[in-house]
């Protein structure tokens, strides 16, 4: 045992003083100060003049005169005026507008792409003039219109049944959960990239520089394995803590912010730290250990610590297909049935059985049975990885990992003879 916790210290002191680790600490604060200030710039366009020119003038005066703030909108006299501010770069775009009758139609002329932005803009006020028009054909007053247009409300409401029936209503948190779950599949995909790089390279590096004969006749493979899938994990544990501890002191100290408020709406807190949040802390822990085992044992299979990237490409795969698969199909269609079912298979309940619970699509006990088959699956592709990792690290096998894997199997088979 004291060797198991020499060499996962080892591990541990050696990625937490790192400079990598720091980074990975300030990543995500970085990212949404960055994500926060080109979103306080979004607004703004470098596209500010537009020219309008039609054969008919009215028509060019009218369009001027709609509500726009963004876009300074000029009347042009002719194209052949607009093509020459266009190319003088009096303008960063010009607007050319026809009618047949009452029904309006626009053709936009610049050097680049003015974006979707500007150009549903456009199509906005291009359809409110057209509406305009038609309306005082039929007679209708502007409160008229603006009766006919107006959209119709449609509202959610949560319901329960007790056991006789009767239904009540509930508050409805989905939407706030639906931000959490989003939260942990991404930071379950960023660690399970990040750490599985990290436990193959360990090994991987190792195995590289023919030292691990050394350390095998020392200690036993499955010691030293447990040692550096143990260390590593207590460093994403570590990552996790720091995180928790950041949004508890964030909350305790912007909780009175009308932005938090507005965010938060009428949720409680146990509504929000209450079985959901259990479950998806637990499906983000056992998710990152089972893809930890499997970047363990491919990064056991290359000669090199160069190769490590291509061996973990089944890490990155699986877990960029779970990730995606909760990302869009849960936002778009909680009820999807390739979501139900992937919500108990290991390597994708991680990321898909945190979505129906937002959802309530799955109740608790689903979530349970969930978390036991992913649990059970990871602590037996943990004993194979492990009986398999002292084969695994002395094959020296150019012909890539399926032919190191196979290698080691017969190593495997051959040592139980």
């Not at 060499?7 to 790192?18: L, T």
């Not at 470098?46 to 009215?58: E, L, M, R």
């Not at 706030?176 to 942990?184: D, E, G, P, R």
Request: aromatic share 10%.
């Amino acid at each position: 045992m004291s060797k198991f916790w020499v060499i996962a210290k080892d591990v541990y002191k050696k990625n937490v003083k790192s400079v990598s680790f720091l980074i990975l600490i300030l990543a995500p604060f970085l990212m949404g100060a960055f994500y926060y200030f080109t979103g306080q710039l979004a607004g703004s366009s470098d596209v500010n003049t537009i020219g309008v020119y039609s054969d008919d003038a009215a028509l060019g005066q009218a369009f001027t005169q709609l509500d726009h703030k963004d876009y300074d909108f000029k009347v042009i006299p002719s194209k052949k005026a607009a093509e020459k501010d266009l190319a003088k770069e009096k303008l960063d775009a010009f607007l050319v507008l026809t009618n047949k009758g009452d029904s309006f139609s626009g053709e936009i002329f610049t050097e680049s792409s003015l974006g979707q932005t500007t150009q549903l803009m456009i199509q906005q006020l291009l359809t409110q003039m057209q509406s305009n028009v038609r309306a005082k054909k039929m007679g209708l007053s502007a409160q008229e219109v603006g009766t006919l247009s107006q959209t119709a409300q449609l509202t959610t409401q949560k319901v329960s049944f007790d056991k006789s029936g009767t239904m009540t209503s509930e508050d409805d948190h989905s939407s706030l959960q639906m931000i959490v779950t989003n939260v942990s599949a991404i930071i379950l995909f960023i660690f399970v990239v990040t750490y599985s790089s990290i436990i193959a390279q360990e090994i991987a590096s190792e195995k590289g520089t023919r030292i691990m004969e050394v350390i095998l006749s020392s200690t036993k493979a499955q010691t030293h394995f447990y040692g550096k899938l143990t260390g590593v994990l207590l460093v994403a544990l570590t990552q996790l803590l720091i995180y928790g501890l950041m949004i508890i002191f964030g909350y305790q100290k912007f909780k009175d912010m009308d932005i938090v408020r507005q965010f938060l709406g009428d949720a409680s807190l146990e509504s929000l730290f209450g079985p959901f949040l259990i479950f998806s802390a637990i499906f983000v822990i056992l998710g990152i250990l089972l893809y930890a085992v499997l970047a363990a044992l491919c990064g056991s299979l290359v000669n090199k610590a160069e190769d490590t990237s291509k061996a973990i490409i089944p890490v990155t795969y699986l877990s960029m297909g779970a990730y995606f698969l909760a990302l869009f199909v849960g936002m778009f269609d909680p009820q999807n049935i390739a979501l139900k079912i992937c919500s108990y298979i290991p390597f994708f309940s991680s990321f898909a059985m945190p979505v129906r619970l937002a959802n309530d699509t799955a109740s608790i006990s689903s979530a349970i049975v969930s978390v036991v088959i992913l649990a059970v699956f990871t602590v037996f592709l943990m004993l194979i990885s492990s009986g398999l990792y002292k084969s695994n690290v002395l094959v020296y096998n150019e012909n890539g990992v399926i032919a190191a894997l196979k290698q080691s199997l017969s190593m495997m088979k051959a040592e139980k003879k």
